[in-house]
C-alpha cells in the first residue's frame, strides 16, 4: 500500500474556479504534512504546511482530518499561474524525517 | 538564488560512465536526501543521510553509491548505469529531529543514460 495517495488528475478548470484536491496517508503515526507544487521539469516547492487545524494563505486553505488520514488543499478563484501538479506530503518524524510523497494531482486552469 | 544547489543540471552518460552528482546547501539544515523521478512517477526516495550518517537506503541498486562528507554536501555516484535509470535526480535539505521542517529542492539534474 502507498505510504500518500493522491488522484492523478487532471483537473482542468476556467479561471475564478474554486478547486479541491484530497490526499489520504496510510501511517498514522504521520507528524508533519506539506503542499508541495511542481512545475513542469521543475523542482517541487512548498506552498504550505498543514497543520492540524487548518490553515489559510491567500486562495489557499488546507485541512487535515488525523481521524481519517487525510489532507486537503483548497484552491479559490483559480488563476492560470495556478496551472501545475500538486504533491502531497507526509512526514514521520521517528523515522528519520522521511518524506513521503504523493504523485502528484495535475491542475490546468483554463483562460 | 537557491538554499539548494545542484550540478550538474543536465547530463548525458554511457552506460559503461562513472559521474557524480553534487549537492551542496546553504541552510544549515541536518539532513540531505536523494530523490529519483522518473516520468509520470511519483518521486522515489533513495538515499537519506542525517547528521553525515546515512539512515536509509531505500533498496537502490549498488550502481548508485552516496556520498556525505559532511552537513553542507552530497554526492551520488554514478557508474554502469542503465537506460532506466534516466530520470530527474533531486536533492533535498531539512531541519530534522524536533524542529523538523519541511524538505528544501534543489533544481535537479535530469540525467539521461545512452
Known amino acids: 500500500r502507498k505510504e500518500v495517495e493522491q488522484d492523478p488528475g487532471p483537473f482542468n478548470v476556467p479561471e475564478g474556479a474554486t478547486v479541491a484536491f484530497n490526499c489520504t496517508y496510510s501511517n498514522s503515526a504521520s507528524q508533519s504534512f506539506f503542499w508541495y507544487r511542481q512545475d513542469c521539469r521543475k523542482e517541487p516547492k512548498l506552498l504550505m504546511s498543514?497543520?492540524?487545524s487548518g490553515n489559510e494563505d491567500g486562495r489557499f486553505t488546507a485541512q487535515l482530518n488525523r481521524a481519517s488520514q487525510y489532507i486537503s488543499l483548497l484552491i479559490r478563484d483559480s488563476k492560470l499561474s495556478d496551472s501545475a501538479t500538486y504533491l502531497c506530503v507526509v512526514n514521520l518524524l521517528y523515522n528519520f524525517n522521511k518524506f513521503y510523497f504523493g504523485s502528484g494531482t495535475k491542475l490546468n486552469v483554463k483562460p | 538564488e537557491t538554499g539548494v544547489t545542484q550540478t550538474p543540471r543536465h547530463l548525458v552518460m554511457g552506460m559503461t560512465n562513472k559521474k557524480s552528482l553534487k549537492c551542496e546547501q546553504h541552510l544549515g539544515h541536518n539532513a540531505m536526501y536523494w530523490y529519483k523521478q522518473s516520468a509520470k512517477k511519483p518521486l522515489e526516495l533513495m538515499f537519506v543521510y542525517s547528521l553525515e550518517e546515512r539512515v536509509e537506503n531505500n533498496s537502490v541498486p549498488s550502481r548508485f553509491s552516496p556520498e556525505c562528507p559532511n552537513s553542507s554536501h552530497l554526492f551520488l555516484h554514478l557508474h554502469t548505469l542503465q537506460p532506466e535509470d534516466s530520470a530527474l535526480y533531486l536533492c533535498?535539505?531539512?531541519?530534522?529531529?524536533?524542529?523538523?521542517?519541511?524538505?528544501?529542492f534543489g533544481q535537479g539534474t535530469r540525467l539521461t543514460v545512452v
Open positions: 498543514v497543520y492540524s
Open positions: 533535498a535539505s531539512s531541519q530534522g529531529g524536533l524542529l523538523n521542517t519541511e524538505a528544501f
